[in-house]
């Protein structure tokens, strides 16, 4: 069964801390992206990475960075938290054109 | 600038009632997907249209896609509230880039 595997369901961070959100698939698919979710907001995409090194923003990458290092896994990254960033993280992967398969999710809350 | 609409945002309803939901989108495409998502929960994938016409059905939910309005309906037949949840519609860019671009996403109650 195809599988996208966020390391973390909830986390709690303070104001300046440097945050890692990890993110695995075991689909092979080439395209993975890194969504946030706020009410009212819908999901925004942050980040996409369509290969291993590559990677192109999305709607909302100010205070965001990522890396793909190895196919199976994209990492988000907050270098310095605020509590702005407080919200529902979605990872997800595809394949070409199929549909999007999402992780569990991570609430993130930066106090 | 691709943007994704969806009518109404929230919705409430009875068991056993009818009603159609609406996705509008503002530049060429022909790819439109729907998901699902409980509360606390992630979202799952419902419905990928893929061209033109395609109607896509499964239970008391048919989705359509008229990529000539540029507009996607998700019909609900005969609500139960196990329908409750909120759903999404997603288009992709024409064009090249691979990213989806989501709509707010519909709040579905189904009461009683």
């Known amino acids: 069964d195809v599988k996208v595997t966020q390391s973390s369901r909830y986390l709690v961070k303070r104001t300046g801390e440097k945050v890692f959100l990890e993110c695995v698939q075991d689909m092979d698919h080439e395209n993975m992206f890194w969504y946030r979710q706020d009410p009212g907001l819908g999901l925004r995409l942050i980040y996409f990475s369509y290969d291993v090194k590559m990677k192109e923003k999305g709607d909302i990458p100010e205070g965001y960075s990522v890396s793909r290092e190895k196919k199976e896994r994209f990492s988000l990254i907050l270098e310095s938290a605020s509590t702005n960033q407080t919200s529902m993280y979605l990872c997800a992967s595809r394949q070409g054109w199929e549909k999007l398969f999402f992780g569990s999710g991570t609430q993130l809350s930066v106090l | 600038e691709l943007k994704v609409e969806q009518n109404p945002l929230f919705l409430s309803m009875q068991e056993g009632k009818n009603y159609t939901i609406y996705c509008n989108y503002s530049?060429?495409?022909?790819?439109l997907y729907w998901y699902r998502q409980d509360p606390g929960k992630s979202l799952e994938s419902l419905f990928v249209l893929l061209s033109n016409g395609a109607v896509k059905q499964e239970g008391r939910l048919m989705a359509s896609l008229d990529t000539k309005a540029r507009l996607s309906t998700l019909h609900i037949t005969a609500a139960v509230h196990d329908l409750s949840a909120t759903y999404f519609c997603?288009?992709?860019?024409?064009?090249?880039?691979?990213?989806?671009?989501f709509g707010k996403g519909m709040k579905l109650t189904v009461n009683p």
């Open positions: 997603a288009v992709d860019h024409q064009g090249g880039s691979e990213k989806l671009v």
């Open positions: 530049t060429t495409s022909d790819r």
